[in-house]
């Protein structure tokens, strides 16, 4: 079993529908969860990350966290074609400074239609 | 948020041959990460590169294959040594910490 599952789509819907991504995880060792846009031969771009369990919203996103249930949600509100793209969630488990790298899903390729 | 370049963007390579990519930073940054996307699969992360010591590798990844210069708060280089085609991947940089990573464009090597 991998340590974050990440369906990889490609999911599609219509402009304007709201968009669900989802990531699994099994190491209960992670604390920061983040979520990543990777546009087509482009580096990863940091969306929104959150501590622990709840919820972060940003404009049209919303990131969710349940710790107890090991899942990660990305919604996106109002969906325009400018977001399709792949995204990446990612995960750490350092609390209280110092560095570590990141563990990642595969992503999820999401296409909106016009 | 940090800027971050890389060079070379892409490369074809023979095999047997070693690439070095280069990593520069618009500002000074403690942590450097050397991740590999490869066709289908989850970034993965390298190594960890501190300045003025020797970089942390992940498991499966060696120095010897793999090595890393940090020679100062805003630049890294990560070598791709003795090349085969399975080394055909994206590699990127990043800058950050546990919370918020900021990555470069990445580099796109193909092996022949």
């Known amino acids: 079993q991998k340590e974050v599952e990440q369906d990889p789509g490609p999911l599609s819907v219509p402009e304007g529908a709201i968009v669900s991504l989802n990531c699994t995880y099994s190491?209960?060792?992670?604390?920061?969860f983040m979520w990543y846009r990777q546009y087509s031969r482009k580096g990863p771009e940091l969306l929104m990350y959150?501590?622990?369990?709840g919820n972060k919203e940003d404009g049209r996103f919303t990131a969710q966290v349940d710790k107890s249930s090991k899942y990660i949600s990305l919604f996106i509100r109002d969906s325009q074609p400018s977001d399709s793209a792949t995204y990446l969630c990612?995960?750490?488990?350092?609390?209280?400074?110092?560095?570590?790298?990141?563990?990642f899903g595969k992503g999820t390729h999401l296409i909106i239609q016009p | 948020s940090a800027v971050i370049s890389q060079k070379p963007s892409r490369d074809i390579c023979q095999r047997g041959t070693s690439l070095t990519i280069q990593c520069q930073v618009d500002?000074?940054?403690?942590?450097m990460f050397w991740y590999r996307q490869q066709p289908g699969q989850s970034l993965t992360l390298i190594a960890t590169?501190?300045?003025?010591?020797?970089?942390?590798?992940e498991s499966g990844f060696v120095i010897d294959k793999f090595p890393i210069s940090r020679p100062n708060l805003t630049f890294s280089t990560l070598t791709v040594s003795n090349m085969s085609p399975e080394d055909s991947s994206i590699y990127l940089c990043?800058?950050?910490?546990?919370?918020?990573?900021?990555f470069g464009p990445g580099t796109r090597l193909t092996v022949t």
């Open positions: 990612a995960m750490s488990g350092v609390i209280g400074g110092g560095a570590d790298g990141l563990t």
């Open positions: 190491n209960s060792a992670f604390q920061y």
């Open positions: 959150t501590y622990s369990s």
């Open positions: 590169a501190n300045q003025g010591s020797e970089a942390t590798y």
């Open positions: 990043s800058v950050g910490g546990s919370q918020e990573q900021y």
């Open positions: 500002s000074q940054v403690t942590m």
